[in-house]
C-alpha cells in the first residue's frame, strides 16, 4: 500500500523550505514508494514538524494543548489544520463540563465534525489536571471513526 498523491503532495509542500531540491526529490520518491507509509509509521519525518502549544481556554479552566511533532506530522500528510484540532478539543472539554464528568489521567478519542462535515478523530492524551487547569497532547488525528478504540475513551462531540 502507498500514500495517496494528494497526501504525498501535502507533505512535501511542508517540506520544501526545510531542504534541498535534491533532498526533497528523494524524501519524495521515498514517499510514492511502497516504504512511504512504513516511514511514516517510524516517524522518520518527525524532526521536520515541530511541536504546536496552544492554550485552550474554556469557562475558567485553561489547557495547555501539546501537538506532537508526530501528530503535526499527520496532520500535514492529511491536511488538518490546528485550529480543527483545537476547536475539537475545546468541545470536548466543554462537554465534560456540562454533563458534570470528571476527566482523568488517560487516553482519549474525540471525534466530531469539521469543515464540510467531515468527520476527525483527534487521539489525546491527559496528562495533567489541576483545580482549573489540565496538560494534554495530541498523538494523531485522522479522517474518520476507529469505532472504538480499546482503552480509550470515546468521546463524539458532534
Known amino acids: 500500500m502507498t500514500l495517496r498523491d494528494d497526501e504525498v503532495k501535502r507533505l512535501i509542500a511542508h517540506l520544501r523550505s526545510l531542504m534541498t531540491e535534491d533532498e526533497l526529490k528523494a524524501i519524495e520518491d521515498q ?3 511502497d516504504e512511504g507509509p512504513k516511514r511514516l509509521s517510524r516517524g522518520d519525518l518527525d524532526d521536520f514538524f515541530p511541536q504546536l502549544t496552544f492554550d485552550v481556554r474554556v469557562g475558567t479552566e485553561t489547557w495547555v494543548l501539546r ?3 508526530h501528530a503535526r506530522m499527520r496532520m500535514a500528510q492529511r491536511g488538518v ?3 480543527e484540532v483545537t476547536r475539537l478539543f475545546e468541545q470536548f472539554i466543554q462537554v465534560y463540563q ?5 476527566l482523568t489521567l488517560g487516553r482519549y478519542e474525540i471525534t466530531g465534525r469539521v469543515r464540510r462535515g467531515k468527520r476527525l478523530t483527534v487521539r489525546a492524551d491527559i ?3 489541576e483545580t482549573a487547569t489540565g496538560k494534554a497532547h495530541v498523538v494523531t488525528v485522522y ?7 480499546e482503552s480509550v475513551v470515546n468521546v463524539d462531540v458532534g
Open 31 to 33: 514517499l510514492r514508494s
Open 67 to 69: 501537538i506532537i511533532p
Open 81 to 83: 489544520k490546528a485550529e
Open 98 to 102: 456540562q454533563i458534570g464528568e470528571v
Open 127 to 129: 496528562d495533567e489536571i
Open 143 to 149: 479522517f474518520g471513526s476507529s469505532g472504538g478504540a
